[in-house]
């Protein structure tokens, strides 16, 4: 039982550089979403996506990107990383917004940026 | 725009005592309420929720919740806290239609 799978589980970049978070769900789900933890922050939605081919901004999503590839995949990508960006990336997705099912969490991807 | 309190950064109790943790919460319509647990270095793992109907949720590991709509509140229970209940706990909410939006969390420690 995969649910939602994130890779990688680690990264460190270098100031300016480039990478793409990648994201997958097994369950059918609808609705995807991409998070970022800062300690004493709790979780701050970075991007939605409702529904295969529309994508949404949440609260912080300055300084990346996204792409709904297909119905199971989520990616997020910073263009030029900045030491802010430092963080826990979390994937997530849920039923459908209208039967307003619970999420399920990928394990993360711990990134630094130096 | 939706919004989730969570007033307490931690909350200490000790084990086989009941346990509380507050959550208020602000939307324009009807909410769907949530609570997720962390522990150290993992994802979020769903407790429980409410959608409609009963005030009182029962969810995961003996934990339960009230929704109180006058004080638009949803405040996580447990009768007896366990140690290993000692993790952070986040409630969020949503409306139809919209994105999960989560609480900064609340720090449970339960002391033997």
Not at chain 1, 60 to 83: Q, T
Not at chain 2, 83 to 110: E, H, P
Request: net charge positive; charged share 15%; glycine share 8%.
């Amino acid at each position: 039982n995969a649910g939602v799978t994130q890779t990688p589980k680690f990264q460190v970049l270098k100031t300016g550089q480039s990478m793409t978070l990648q994201c997958a769900q097994d369950m059918n789900h609808n609705s995807m979403y991409w998070y970022r933890q800062d300690p004493g922050m709790g979780l701050r939605l970075i991007y939605y996506s409702a529904s295969e081919g529309t994508t949404d901004k949440g609260e912080v999503p300055n300084g990346y990107n996204v792409s709904r590839l297909n119905k199971r995949e989520f990616s997020l990508r910073l263009e030029s990383a900045a030491p802010s960006q430092t963080s826990v990336y979390f994937c997530a997705s849920s039923g459908w917004a209208g039967m307003n099912t619970e999420a399920f969490f990928g394990q993360g991807t711990r990134l630094t940026v130096v | 725009a939706q919004s989730v309190a969570q007033p307490e950064d931690q909350v200490n109790v000790a084990e086989g005592n009941p346990l509380t943790v507050k959550c208020t919460y602000s939307v324009s319509g009807n909410p769907y309420l949530f609570w997720y647990v962390q522990y150290p270095n993992r994802g979020l793992q769903f407790l429980l929720k409410y959608i409609t109907g009963d005030n009182l949720v029962k969810g995961s590991y003996g934990f339960e919740a009230e929704f109180n709509k006058s004080q638009t509140s949803f405040h996580l229970k447990k009768p007896s806290a366990l140690v290993s209940d000692s993790a952070l706990y986040f409630c969020a909410v949503r409306q139809a239609g919209t994105a999960l939006i989560f609480g900064k969390g609340t720090t449970l420690s339960v002391s033997s």
